[in-house]
């Protein structure tokens, strides 16, 4: 999509390369302050349990011990983004084991740390529910007694319920009706890490005025502030959320962590404090993806044709809600798949359990719901005798239908992924022995929110972004560059973009759900219109034609009809500069979600039958990205989702007895190596407009969405089983597989 | 916290040193002890550091038997050309072991002594009838492999007694050793199984085996043993004796795997072991010459001869960082890593996991990528390191950094710092690296965002940049 832009569609080298091969790139935990002390916490042994006594006047007499708190140090409210429903530090209940229980700040972390050892907690503990099976049960045990009064959550918490959604189209008695054959299929899916390598880390210094800067990790620093400031009870702007460059976060990092904790231990001592999660805390108590177990039941009709649908998802959630920013996590929303379906009926439970809160993973709810989907979607075509993609080409939305939940969407892309995946991966092609292709279909929307920015342009003709849009690896700062480089007529290599701290730069949504290119690029494009005019209108004068004929590309401003007359970018730049400062303002607040962003996977896979192990081939990607704006940060995000989802597929997993993670250590949470990846062939169809600058749509998430149900479809394909739990481990394929001899027998 | 750190000059004062000092142990390469205290296990408050001790050479003995220092690492067995004619099943189990970063810290003595029931190496060196000589304040003693475990953690090793030696008494060209685990770096084994043959023609002459994660030490199938042994090499025979060798083990039902499906796969890599030992030539000239990762024919460097400073629990030392000479007064206990960071000033080098699993902290040690949280820097007198900010020189970039970025390499930049070390330490030795190669020499470095790709063409491209 190049054509016609200067550098829109064309590789860009990122901003914050240069830093990060070098060592300079600060992040949250490498800042180091003038007398900063370090902050652990302590953190429960139970799943649930009442806190009898908590007596830490041992933790206190360590030499270089500065403060502990417990929960009677802290201000009494609870924490949350829609709903409040989490202590700072454990009141006298713990929900999950690892909850935060008291905290201590040292003048070195091993001090801290053997300080924290001797702090007595007695426990009395309580019966726990580890699923959401066990926790919808008639009976079972409370997670949330302390709720049951809640305006909200009230009613629905007595059966440890956190929140339950619907959809509703047509009508499902007569969907059942209408159909021929009625199938049912259950999945279920894991709870994975998130895996960014950064854990979590913050520091805090309270200016003893009273005013705090918090360093964090953070990707939404301004609602960070807003959940700092309300639980602290302080008026807006006390804060300061300064947000260095984010190690990765894929949804993981828009919560509250240690912020709260650290906030307090640095008002305590009067001193900086610096808080790092371990990995092993990291794995075993933050917020990682939930687990779900999903139920579909398909109508159809011997040709072939999908009628009716009801779908029941659900999400495990742990135990508080409050650390996500949606209720039920909106993937369940997506379960009818990019169909034709007349007849709906989808429910979306989030259920509370004595596990860590789950929160939000890269494309929340997505990943496990289109597994079950799509794996639903081959079963119904197999036993319709039907191939998987015939069935999924004859079922697919094509242009002015509606789809299964209502909504009426335009550019519909569905049919053209699933011809674009075959036709890269090949689909009747030749399979050696035990080896399988596989196909699955997904969509998902661009997000929305607001955001600000402020293009300045100085004499020397170098442009500055003022943003607040954190750059957590994506390469947001980059396509920012280039969308103000676009509108400016100039290169994105005399735009520096600056991330301004919560009290420099205009509000922003923060980063998440695939929207910092449609709403922090918006903001930029239309600060840099505004910026352009200004430019324009200077040029104008020494071009003597009206400023709004005057063309800004190619680092020149142009005369609309005497191509050979032309100025220098830095030369109108000096002139307008000269009469006043140039500075465009420009701000955006969007939700669209008349448009999606289709995508397909085929998967191709060999299986070792002696072992059960699943050796993945190659994975096609095609992607309706609307327009690409920077190719390789374009392909960077599909590669990277493909190989988690192709973890998620395979071999990651949370494993947990009776609430406790069995090893909390990244040599037994499998995420892929450089010497695991499979090969990855990416497409691209540009063309159908999103609601990002230049038609473009979100890539951040979209393509980790289907992997695991593309490779699940291939396992069917290469040995003829069906496994509906995730993750394939070569032991659930290998049983599989004996399974199916014995039956053979 | 404090650490009181030994670092002998001679065998004899560490032998009196562990006999006379109840609370001390052993510091070898220090992948296992150093790793715990991310579990919230804590360093022993007494550590003997056995690294300046020469115990890390391999070399022919005067019974014509290979003796292999304790000390030697995971690396220098791997590139060693005695190694690969005289054992590959051996090269076969340290390949398999954890990253290259780990392998380039991690001892073969460190391994056996640690006495994991799923030790890698365990299981070649009992299929290899290995002997262990023990140095002690009574003497030395000898002892076969196979009796040096009793249980998960434990050995036979006496008060003041140090594994100095492993010993093969004979060549075992038709060996080798497979681990099974779901990826193919970086993995605990669900099982490994080592075998080594004798065969005249057909015939099995003689036949050893150990097996590693398949009961609570590693073990010898000799039932199976027996079996094989005076047979042809048949699909049955071999398939009775793996139903042999899966009978003689008790492996246990973990988050890893079912001890049944455990049992199986002893079976299915039983039959797989036997197979490749018996297809491994008697005089394999072929592996000698074989390029190994991540060090491929080169010889590690022998440690610095600097007589290291004692012991204490705060040491001056002295090394070079990116060229530049420290002289720096430190704690015991702590890691590399931390010193870099807080006491040098270098957060280019990232801390992340903490036990060597993801790679993010990787800097070079005398040219080797090694995990700099799983380094003590009390021990690094006269040694050279080199971080991220040493990469480029004289302000010019280095090819691999102009690569990473020109070809999309780094997202959010955290595991890049490690994974250019890595890959420099590649380069540095084979600039023609193809992509097989890149991918083992990375795979000690976890990537969450760009799925590797980007970071392989980029390490491709710095390469022919650098031949």
């Known amino acids: 999509m190049s054509e016609g832009f200067g550098c829109i569609g064309r590789p860009a080298d990122r901003l914050d390369a240069w830093d990060k091969v070098t060592g300079k790139a600060i992040y949250a935990g490498d800042i180091y302050l003038p007398g900063m002390l370090h902050g652990v916490t302590i953190r429960s042994p139970f799943p649930h349990a009442r806190i009898l006594k908590l007596d830490s006047s041992a933790a206190l007499t360590v030499p270089g011990v500065k403060a502990v708190l417990t929960a009677a140090d802290l201000p009494q409210r609870l924490v949350g983004d829609k709903i409040k429903d989490q202590p700072v530090l454990a009141l006298d209940t713990v929900r999950f084991i690892g909850e935060r229980v008291a905290a201590v700040a040292a003048v070195d972390e091993a001090t801290a740390r053997k300080a924290a050892e001797l702090i007595r907690i007695d426990y009395h503990p309580l019966p726990a529910v580890f699923t959401a099976q066990e926790a919808l049960q008639p009976g079972a045990p409370l997670v949330h007694e302390d709720l049951l009064d809640h305006p909200v959550l009230g009613a629905l918490v007595k059966q440890n319920i956190y929140a339950r959604e619907q959809l509703v189209r047509g009508s499902l008695e007569e969907g059942w009706c209408q159909s021929d054959l009625v199938f049912k299929d259950t999945f279920t899916t894991q709870s994975v890490h998130q895996g960014y390598l950064e854990g979590h880390a913050v520091v805090v210094q309270v200016d003893p005025g009273g005013k705090a800067t918090v360093w964090s990790s953070n990707k939404v620093p301004f609602r960070l502030r807003q959940m700092l400031e309300a639980y602290l009870g302080l008026p807006e702007n006390s804060i300061n959320v300064v947000a260095p460059i984010v190690g990765g976060e894929f949804g993981g990092k828009g919560v509250l962590m240690d912020e709260p904790v650290c906030y307090c231990l640095s008002l305590a001592t009067g001193r900086p404090v610096r808080m790092v999660m371990r990995y092993g805390e990291e794995l075993a108590a933050a917020n990682p993806r939930h687990p779900a177990r999903i139920t579909i039941k398909s109508g159809v009709k011997k040709n072939g044709e999908l009628v009716a649908r009801q779908v029941t998802v659900i999400f495990d959630s742990g135990a508080y809600g409050g650390a996500k920013p949606t209720m039920v996590p909106e993937g369940y929303s997506k379960s009818g798949g990019p169909y034709r379906i007349p007849h709906l009926l989808i429910e979306g439970y989030a259920v509370y359990t004595n596990n860590e809160p789950r929160g939000h993973c890269r494309a929340p709810g997505h990943p496990q719901t289109v597994f079950a989907v799509e794996s639903h979607t081959d079963l119904l075509a197999r036993r319709l005798g039907m191939d998987p993609y015939t069935f999924r080409l004859q079922n697919v939305l094509t242009e002015g239908e509606v789809a299964p939940t209502g909504e009426k969407w335009h550019d519909l892309r569905g049919r053209e992924v699933l011809e674009a995946a075959v036709k890269k991966g090949g689909w009747n092609s030749h399979r050696a022995t035990d080896t399988g292709r596989g196909l699955a279909l997904a969509y998902r929307h661009t997000g929305g929110g607001e955001s600000g920015a402020i293009v300045s342009v100085g004499t020397d003709g170098f442009v500055q972004v003022l943003t607040g849009t954190p750059e957590t690896g994506a390469g947001a700062w980059t396509v920012l560059a280039q969308i103000a480089a676009e509108e400016l007529g100039t290169t994105p290599e005399k735009v520096k973009v600056v991330q301004g701290d919560t009290d420099s730069a205009p509000a922003d949504a923060g980063s998440g759900a695939s929207r910092s290119t449609h709403v922090a690029g918006f903001a930029v494009f239309n600060a840099a219109r505004d910026a352009a005019q200004q430019l324009k209108a200077a040029a104008a004068q020494l071009l003597d034609c009206p400023p709004e004929e005057v063309a800004a590309r190619s680092n020149h401003f142009w005369h609309p009809t005497h191509p050979e007359i032309r100025l220098a970018f830095r030369e109108v730049a000096a002139k307008a500069c000269a009469a006043g400062t140039v500075t465009g303002k420009g701000s955006y607040k969007g939700n669209h979600k008349d448009t999606m962003a289709f995508m397909a996977n085929l998967a191709e896979i060999r299986v070792d039958r002696d072992t059960g192990k699943i050796e993945v081939k190659k994975i096609v990607a095609a992607h309706d990205i609307g327009c690409i704006i920077n190719p390789p940060a374009a392909e960077g995000q599909v590669e990277g989702c493909v190989i988690q989802g192709a973890g998620f597929a395979l071999s990651e997993e949370l494993v947990k007895r009776d609430g406790k993670l069995a090893s909390p250590s990244l040599a037994d949470y499998q995420q892929l190596t450089s010497a695991d990846t499979p090969e990855i062939d990416v497409v691209f169809l540009e063309g159908a407009p999103g609601p990002a600058p230049y038609g473009s749509k979100g890539i951040g998430e979209v393509p980790i969405i289907s992997v695991a149900a593309a490779i699940a479809n291939a396992l069917e394909d290469a040995v003829g089983i069906r496994i509906n739990e995730l993750p394939l481990t070569p032991e659930k394929v290998w049983r599989a597989l004996r399974e199916k001899e014995e039956r053979l027998r | ?467």
């Open chain 2, 1 to 467: 916290m404090t650490l009181e750190l030994y670092q002998p000059s001679t065998l004899a004062e560490a032998c009196c040193l562990l006999k006379t000092n109840e609370k001390a142990s052993v510091l070898a390469g220090g992948t296992d002890l150093l790793s715990r205290q991310e579990k919230g296990i804590p360093l022993p408050p007494v550590l003997v550091c056995l690294a300046g001790l020469g115990l890390d050479k391999i070399q022919q003995g005067p019974s014509a038997e290979l003796r292999i220092g304790a000390l030697s690492t995971h690396s220098s067995v791997i590139t060693s050309n005695h190694l690969a004619a005289w054992a590959p099943s051996l090269v076969d189990a340290c390949k398999s072991v954890g990253s290259p970063q780990v392998r380039n810290l991690g001892t073969l003595g460190g391994n056996l002594c640690n006495a994991s029931p799923a030790a890698d190496s365990a299981a070649a060196l009992l299929a290899l009838r290995a002997v262990l000589h023990i140095s002690g304040p009574e003497g030395n003693r000898f002892i076969p492999a196979e009796d040096f475990f009793l249980e998960p953690g434990r050995i036979t090793l006496q008060g003041g007694e140090v594994v100095t030696e492993i010993i093969l008494p004979s060549p075992s060209p038709r060996s080798a050793y497979f681990k099974f685990g779901q990826r193919r770096a970086m993995d605990i084994a669900v099982i490994g199984v080592a075998v080594a043959l004798t065969m005249e023609g057909d015939t099995v002459t003689d036949c050893s085996t150990g097996l590693s994660a398949v009961a609570p030490t590693p073990l010898r199938a000799r039932k199976a043993e027996a079996l094989l042994t005076g047979q042809k090499l048949t699909a049955g025979t071999v398939a009775e004796a793996a139903r042999a060798a899966a009978s003689e083990c008790s492996p246990v039902s973990d988050h890893r795997a079912s001890a049944d499906y455990r049992r199986q796969m002893i079976e299915v890599f039983f039959r797989r072991a036997v197979w490749a030992a018996a297809g491994r030539q008697q005089v394999n000239s072929a592996l000698i010459d074989l390029p190994c990762f991540p060090t491929g024919g080169r010889q590690v460097k022998s440690r610095p001869e600097v007589s290291p400073p004692g012991h204490g629990t705060s040491f001056p030392v002295t090394f070079k960082v990116n060229g530049e000479i420290h002289h720096l007064d430190i704690d015991s206990h702590r890691l590399l890593v931390d010193v870099l960071r807080e006491d040098l000033g270098l957060t280019g080098t990232k801390k992340s996991c903490g036990e060597g699993e993801c790679g993010a902290c990787t800097v070079l040690l005398d040219g080797l990528p090694v995990n700099s949280c799983l380094v003590l820097a009390a021990t690094l007198t006269g040694r050279e390191i080199t971080t991220i900010e040493g990469l480029s020189r004289e302000g010019k970039p280095h090819p691999l950094q102009t690569a990473f970025i020109r070809e999309g390499a780094v997202q959010c930049g955290y595991c890049s710092p490690g994974m250019l070390m890595s890959a420099q330490a590649l380069l540095q030795q084979n600039p023609a690296a193809g992509e097989e190669e890149i991918k083992e020499a990375l795979s000690g470095n976890l990537c969450r965002c760009t799925g590797y790709y980007k970071i392989i063409r980029a390490v491709q491209a710095a390469g022919r940049e650098l031949a």
